[in-house]
């Protein structure tokens, strides 16, 4: 089983990325996906996520507006849209993968997790 993040960087505050997971060992269709993140000192975080079919999807208040989960059961692919990005969203950001969306904000629960790209947001 492998999830392996791609995309992250050094922006600007106000500037975009997008992240990029994809899946391989499992039935991706067959999970809820979400993105976490961890910064420095503190513990990973919910950001986004979205349930096997792409029908429902959850963000984070911090990123509501900003952020966009979405998915590609074709490429076993998920990825984040991050927009009008900010000093605050520095972190490590994490892929994951849950089989029931009553974890979706458990991060212990989850069965797999990627090892994490930085996303560093500075001037």
């Known amino acids: 089983v492998q999830l392996v993040e791609s995309g992250g960087g050094l922006v600007q505050p106000g500037g975009s990325l997008r992240l990029s997971c994809t899946a391989s060992?499992?039935?991706?269709?067959?999970?809820?996906m979400a993105w976490a993140r961890q910064a420095l000192g503190k513990e990973r975080e919910l950001v986004a996520a979205?349930?096997?079919?792409?029908?429902?999807?959850l963000h984070a208040n911090p990123v509501k507006g900003r952020f966009t989960i979405s998915r590609d059961n074709v490429e076993s692919t998920v990825y984040l849209q991050m927009d009008n990005l900010k000093p605050e969203d520095t972190a490590v950001y994490y892929c994951?993968?849950?089989?029931?969306?009553?974890?979706?904000?458990?991060?212990?629960?989850?069965?797999?997790w990627g090892l994490g790209t930085q996303v560093t947001v500075s001037s």
């Open positions: 994951g993968a849950v089989r029931r969306w009553s974890d979706i904000r458990t991060m212990k629960n989850y069965e797999y």
């Open positions: 060992g499992f039935t991706f269709k067959d999970y809820h």
């Open positions: 979205i349930e096997n079919f792409g029908v429902g999807r």
